[in-house]
């Protein structure tokens, strides 16, 4: 399963600093690890692992930062991947990191934010603009923020997450 390894010199040094910023990195990959992400995402820990092992350790912060966890969100945000964070963050309504997506011209990033958040269009514009794969991406990501939305909302399981 070593044939989507990453490159040990891709994405391996840490992000630079200039002037406390945080230098981009970029968010490209293959068809079948957007997949194996999505299905990472929907809950198959073992995929999760893969992608741990195969140097994506991006993918995997990111399947945990859309879960709500604070320490992979500011991990995103210090190693290069303010973006994917503006995007998740985006998704959950923020209207400041929808905002600097369009800005920063991520329009992948902040179609798939408004699709997660609920606005059709988002799903149009990937459909039209991008590929199978983020579409089945950005519909994995919904639905795990949606249920996430509704045990927030369900006063028989607050405070269970």
């Keep these: 399963m070593g044939l989507f390894k990453r490159n040990k010199n891709e994405n391996s040094k840490p992000a630079e600093k200039k002037a406390s910023k945080v230098k981009l990195r970029p968010f ?51 190693n290069g991947y303010p973006h994917v964070m503006a995007m998740i963050n985006a998704a959950e309504g923020n209207a400041q990191a929808k905002k600097w997506l369009m800005q920063n011209n991520f329009l992948l990033f902040y179609n798939m934010a408004i699709a997660i958040d609920g606005d059709p269009d988002g799903f149009k514009w990937i459909n039209k603009n991008s590929s199978q794969e983020y579409f089945l991406l950005t519909k994995v990501i919904k639905d795990v923020k949606d249920e996430i939305e509704e045990g927030h909302n369900d006063i028989h399981k607050r405070g269970t997450d």
């Design 28 to 78: 490209e990959y293959h068809p079948k690890i957007i997949l194996a992400w999505a299905k990472g995402i929907e809950g198959h820990s073992k995929l999760l692992d893969y992608l741990h092992e195969q140097g994506f350790n991006e993918l995997v912060m990111a399947t945990h930062a859309i879960r709500l966890k604070d320490e992979a969100r500011e991990w995103l945000m210090q």
